[in-house]
Every structure is written in structure tokens, then in C-alpha cells.
């Protein structure tokens, strides 16, 4: 079974950390993206990547970037954790050719204190 | 710019059909989709169309779109608990990103 899997489904962090959110999908997919989920707010994207070491900002990605070194894993890093940044994270994949669309990971419910 | 806008709440008793409605801007849309999140949990792909389309059904799900008017519609025959729900309409154009609506909470009173 395809899957998405993002490394944590709820984490807990402090003000000023620094926050590394982790996904890798196992589809040999070559696009991967980030988003957050905020009630009201609906999908906001973040960054995302078409291809190894390639990155985009997507709406959002102030305070925010990230890293893919390898085509199955894709990072985003919070570089100092802010409240504002309590969220839903959502990774997702998909092939650059068809429209098979996303897949989506489970979330992960970040909340910074 | 590209937007995708959805009715917020739809609720409907259990054996009814539903019908959640979406509508998007951008006539260079390749294929819409339709995805299901239940609470905390991520985007479950539904079902999708190809833009040359006018329908599309499985099982108790039928897609329709009106390319002229920019319309898509989801039905759910004989909704359940189960169906109970966050719905996104999202469309995809010439990119490889996605837009997505706000989502539609589907409630299914008993």
C-alpha cells in the first residue's frame, strides 16, 4: 500500500525552538508539498518541490523553509517557532505526469507554546 | 487568479442522498478532484475527472461537471454516519500545483 508518512502526529514545542517536520513517501513521486491547515483558512501551501534539491514558495512560506535531499523525503523546518505557527501540517505527493492526484499524509498537529 | 470556493456546511439524515457543490475559475483545469478528511486525520482522495468529462461514478459516488459554468458536484447516495466529513473540491490546471476550495463539513444527522 502507497503511503505518505509524516513522522509525527502531534508535537509540542516551545517559542524560539527549532522545529524539523519530516515526510517520505515510498511512490517514487517527483513532486512533494507542504501545506497547513487552519480552521476558516482551509489549504495554504507552503513550499513545495518538483525534484531533488529544487524548492518553491508556495503562499505561505514566511518563517518556513525546507529541504529535500533525496526524492522520497521532504523536511520543513520552522528556523525559530513562533505561536503563529500552531497548526496542522500536511504533506502530500504526486507524479508529475497524470492525474492520479495527491496523496496526502496524516497530518501532524504542531503546537508551539 | 485561480480560486475554488464551496459551500462551508451541508447536513442531510442518514439514507438521504447528498450533493456538495463546488466551483472553480480557471477554464484551463485539467482534472478536479474531490478528497474526504475525517477529524485529525489527512486528505483521503474520493474520486476524479478529466476535464473532457461530463460524469463519472463509483459506487455510491457520482461526479459531475459542467465545464461551461465552471461547476462540480459531488452525490452521496445513501449517506451514512460514516459519510460525516470534511469534503475539498480542488482543481488542477497547467502546473503541477493544486488549488483547493475551503472545504464543505458534511454532517449526517441520524
Known sequence: DVKVTQSSRYLVKRTGEKVFLECVQDMDHENMFWY????????????????????EKGDIPEGYSVSREKKERFSLILESASTNQTSMYLCASSLWQGGGGYTFGSGTRLTVV | GEDVEQSLFLSVREGDSSVINCTYTDSSSTYLYWYKQEPGAGLQLLTYIFSNMDMKQDQRLTV???KKDKHLSLRIADTQTGDSAIYFCAEKTDGQNFVFGPGTRLSVLP
Open chain 1, 36 to 55: 497547513r491547515q487552519d480552521p476558516g483558512l482551509g489549504l495554504r501551501l507552503i513550499y513545495f518541490s518538483y525534484d531533488v534539491k529544487m524548492k
Open chain 2, 64 to 66: 459531475l461537471l459542467n
